[in-house]
Structures are given as C-alpha cells and as structure tokens.
Nanobody, 119 residues
Framework: QVQLVESGGGLVQAGGSLRLSCAAS????????MGWDRQAPGKQRELVAV???????NYVDSVKGRFTISRDSSKNTVHLQMNNLKPEDTAVYYC?????????????WGQGSQVTVSS
C-alpha cells in the first residue's frame, strides 16, 4: 500500500555532511508519521528522527543539533540532513512510515541506505 524508496547514502569523512531522501508512493494520504531509524553493527536498531503530519519533529539525543528531518511541500518526500557526522553515526539507515489500518497501525520501511563515516 505504501512504498518507500531511499537515496543519498554513502561514505563521508568525520565532520562532513550527507542528505538522505525518502520518496513515498502508494496510499501516501494515509501516512500519519514518517521517520528514519538506523542499525549499526552489533547494536540495536534505534529511531533517529520522526516528523508528523503537522511538521512536529523529534530526535534521538545523540543527533540533536546535527540532524534535521524535513518534508517537501507535497508531503510525499522526507529528507534527513546529517551534518557534523561522526564515526558513531555509521549504520544502515531506514526510512519508515506509519499508517492507520483499522484500529491499529501498519509500519513500512525502505530498503535501507548505508552511511559510513570515516575518522
């Protein structure tokens, strides 16, 4: 029902920047919230940033002040601007979306995008 396609990952030196993008298609009108999470080798997956339909955002403490999540005007694409990247940010980043389904919610994920930060 909802498909998410990510782009923008890559290799960057510490202190550099990358911008991830996620294009949503399908039943995008039903999406309540979108975000990004990440999973580093040997670590639990963690939610990095979210943005809801009103544009309200939230971030995990470790990226506050460095990462910014945003939507385009159509609300069909979200971006994660990552500045002052650190080696600890190295992970596979996944775009996510949540949509209502009956009395519950269904979550969708993109294919994942590798971000590698070298020191």
């Amino acid at each position: 029902q909802v498909q998410l396609v990510e782009s923008g990952g890559g290799l960057v030196q510490a202190g550099g920047s990358l911008r991830l993008s996620c294009a949503a298609s399908g039943s995008t009108f039903s999406i309540n919230i979108m975000g990004w999470d990440r999973q580093a080798p040997g670590k639990q997956r963690e939610l990095v940033a979210v943005i809801n339909r009103d544009g309200i955002t939230n971030y995990v403490d470790s990226v506050k002040g460095r990462f910014t999540i945003s939507r385009d005007s159509s609300k069909n694409t979200v971006h994660l601007q990552m500045n002052n990247l650190k080696p600890e940010d190295t992970a596979v980043y996944y775009c996510s979306a949540r949509a209502p389904s009956g009395l519950k919610y269904v979550d969708y994920w993109g294919q994942g995008s590798q971000v590698t930060v070298s020191s």
